[in-house]
């Protein structure tokens, strides 16, 4: 649907720097436009001062410096001015960093997460000795804790021993008899709160 007069800004040119707006970069866009050199160092200057004044509240050492280095990216390093500072930093400013690579690691089970198959693994080969008795004691907890959480508040101590025992392949066999387990508070929802008052 075309209507004259009438657009948006899905169908308008993307913003470099989004936070000063589409009147700010059309002030730049004009001002890159300009012939005379001495008419776009005025522009340029008048709009540095209107960038300065749109956010009071940072006033850093550079902050005068990052308003320039913001205008020169904005006119995609085509305003040709006396910049009152070294601008050539600003495009690392403008550089988009590359995309991290997220560790894909193939687990039995998700709700227990990557970290605690690096335990199991751990547990596998360490010698019995506080230590141990300790992270397994850690293991099973944060286990029963990951059960309360993905199952929606049911965990079941079963559960976590067959777990422990069959991703250790049976090096840990957690004695439920002897065994505590941390006392988990389950929170209540605000609906089951309102109804008990």
Known sequence: MKIEGLDYNTQRERLVLPEYGRELQSMVDHC??????????????????????????????????????????????????????????????????????????????RHYGSMMFEMFEKLKTMEDGEERDELIRLAANQMKRDLVQWGHGTSDDEKVATDLARFTDGKVQLDLDSFKFDKIEQQQSSSNKKKKK
């Not at 001495?38 to 550079?62: G, H, L, Y």
């Not at 995609?76 to 988009?96: G, H, R």
């Open 32 to 109: 890159v436009s300009l012939k005379n050199r001495e008419e776009r160092q005025s522009c340029a200057e008048t709009i540095v001062a209107i960038m300065d004044r749109m956010f009071p509240e940072d006033k850093s050492e550079d902050h005068e410096q990052k308003l320039w280095d913001h205008l020169a990216i904005m006119s995609n390093f085509q305003l040709d001015i006396d910049y009152p500072y070294d601008v050539s930093s600003a495009a690392k400013i403008a550089a988009k960093p590359e995309p991290m690579e997220y560790p894909m690691k193939r687990i039995p089970v």
